[in-house]
C-alpha cells in the first residue's frame, strides 16, 4: 500500500511551481488530491500564464493518486466555502492534509524600489493574495481536521527565519505565512492537528525557467546569468518532503517549525527528481548569503 493511500489532501494554489510538485508528490504517495486555483483550461488567471489546475490533477492521477481540478479564487470566502463543503460531502468529512501555497506576488513586488514609493494598492493586493487568502483557507479547511482529532495544514513561504527578503511587501507576506502556522499550531495544539511551515531553496519553477530563457533539460545554461543558480532545486524537493511529512506518524513533534526542502531531504532520505539534492542551506552559509540581516 502506498503511504498515503486513502488520504485526502487539499493542496491550494497547485496551478504551478511548487504547488503544482505538492499535488503531484501527494498523488504519487497515494492520496487523493484536490488541487485548486484560478487558472483552468479557457480560463487563465490574470498573470496569463499556461499551466491550469487540471493539467496539474490529470499529473496526481498519472502517478498514481487521484487529482481532482476544482477552480477556486482563495481571496473570495465563499468560493473556499464551497470547495470545503464540496470535500466534506465527497469525502465523508475527511480532510487529512491542507496546503496553503497561494502566492500570485511575482508581478506585484517592485525589488530595488522602498515601500513608500511602490504601489501601496499593489503591495495590500499582495497580502490579500498571499496572506488573507492562507487565513480564510485554513479557516474553512480546520473544522474538517479538528472534528476528526487529527490532521496536517502546511504553509508554504519563502526562507525560514524572520530577516528582511528584499522588499517590504514581499517580507511581509513570506514572513505572515511562517507566523500562521506557528500561530495555528498553538492553537491547535490539543486538537490532534498540526501545523507548520516549509520552504524551497532557490527553486526551478515553470516562472523562473522562463525568467532564465532556459527549461528543465538545459537549466545550467543560467548559471552563467546567475551563479547562485547552481544550486537551485526543482520543485519537487519540496514536494517529495511534503509527501514524506504527511506520512510520517510523528509530524506533531514539528508543530509550528519552519522547515527547508533540503533538510527535509536529509531526514528522510530522498533526491530531487533529478538525482541531485541541493543544499541551499549549507551553499548559503558558505557563500555568505545572510551575513546581512538588511540584504535580500
Not at 64 to 78: L, Y
Not at 128 to 157: D, K, N
Not at 178 to 206: C, D, W
Amino acid at each position: 500500500m502506498l503511504p498515503l493511500q486513502g488520504k485526502v489532501a487539499v493542496v491550494a494554489g497547485a496551478t504551478r511551481g511548487a504547488g503544482r510538485a505538492i499535488a503531484v508528490s501527494l498523488g504519487e504517495a497515494g492520496a487523493i488530491v484536490y488541487c485548486t486555483g484560478r487558472s483552468v483550461r479557457g480560463r487563465l488567471s490574470p498573470i496569463g500564464r499556461q499551466e491550469t489546475i487540471d493539467e496539474t490533477a490529470e499529473l496526481v492521477t498519472a502517478r498514481g493518486g487521484r487529482g481532482i481540478p476544482v477552480r477556486v479564487d482563495h481571496t473570495v470566502e465563499d468560493e473556499v466555502r464551497g470547495l470545503f463543503a464540496r470535500v466534506q460531502e465527497e469525502q465523508d468529512g475527511r480532510l487529512d492534509i491542507l496546503v496553503n501555497d497561494i502566492w500570485g506576488g511575482e508581478h506585484l513586488t517592485a525589488w530595488g524600489k522602498p515601500f513608500w514609493e511602490s504601489s501601496l494598492e499593489e503591495g495590500l493586493l499582495m497580502q490579500r493574495q498571499a496572506v488573507h487568502s492562507h487565513m480564510i483557507t485554513s479557516y474553512y479547511g480546520a473544522p474538517l481536521m479538528t472534528a476528526r482529532g487529527q490532521g496536517l495544514i502546511i504553509e508554504v513561504t519563502d526562507g525560514f527565519d524572520y530577516r528582511y527578503r528584499g522588499n517590504l511587501y514581499y517580507s511581509l507576506a513570506k514572513i505572515s505565512a511562517i507566523h500562521l502556522a506557528e500561530a495555528m499550531a498553538a492553537e491547535l495544539k490539543s486538537t490532534g492537528v498540526t501545523a507548520l511551515s516549509v520552504t524551497p531553496g532557490f527553486l526551478r519553477s515553470e516562472q523562473m525557467l522562463d525568467h532564465f530563457g532556459v527549461s528543465e533539460e538545459n537549466w545550467r545554461d543560467a548559471i552563467a546569468q546567475e551563479p547562485h543558480y547552481a544550486e537551485s532545486e526543482t520543485p519537487y524537493l519540496l514536494g517529495r518532503g511534503i509527501a514524506a511529512l504527511a506520512a510520517d506518524p510523528k509530524v506533531a513533534d514539528k508543530a509550528g517549525r519552519i522547515l527547508t526542502s533540503w533538510d527535509l531531504s536529509e531526514e528522510y532520505g530522498y533526491s530531487d527528481i533529478d538525482g541531485r539534492r541541493p543544499h541551499w542551506g549549507r551553499y548559503a552559509a558558505k557563500h555568505r548569503l545572510y551575513d546581512n540581516p538588511l540584504t535580500p
